[in-house]
Nanobody, 122 residues
Framework: VQLVESGGGLVQAGGSLRLSCSAS????????MGWFRQAPGKEREFVAV????????YYADSVKGRATISRDNPKNTVYLQMNSLKVEDTAVYYC????????????????WGQGTQVTVSS
């Protein structure tokens, strides 16, 4: 199984980024897909999750109203659109696959990508 994130980079505060996560080696439509992030010196935290069909979506309070998670099952890809970025959004962003349900808990996830760096400058 391989999850590969892309789309990170350096952006000014107030800007936008669209992260992508391409999955291979698994039946993508059978997995809920989540996004997490980890800032330097902090624990990895939940950002958003989308269920297998896309019918259930949850966001962390810190990104609610600024983030949109979506998925394209035929393309085996999950996306995270982040708008109105803040300096505190700076982190490595990871996608992860959960075979059971759309969870916000790190330990529920079966597979993880290597992450993509998002840096927001003031």
């Amino acid at each position: 199984v391989q999850l590969v994130e892309s789309g990170g980079g350096l952006v000014q505060a107030g800007g936008s980024l669209r992260l992508s996560c391409s999955a291979s080696g698994l039946t993508f439509s059978r997995y809920a897909m989540g996004w997490f992030r980890q800032a330097p010196g902090k624990e990895r935290e939940f950002v958003a999750v989308i269920s297998r069909s896309g019918g259930t979506i949850y966001y962390a309070d810190s990104v609610k109203g600024r983030a949109t998670i979506s998925r394209d099952n035929p393309k085996n890809t999950v996306y995270l659109q982040m708008n109105s970025l803040k300096v505190e959004d700076t982190a490595v962003y990871y996608c992860a696959a959960d075979s059971l349900y759309a969870s916000s808990r790190r330990n529920d996830y079966d597979y993880w990508g290597q992450g993509t760096q998002v840096t927001v400058s003031s």
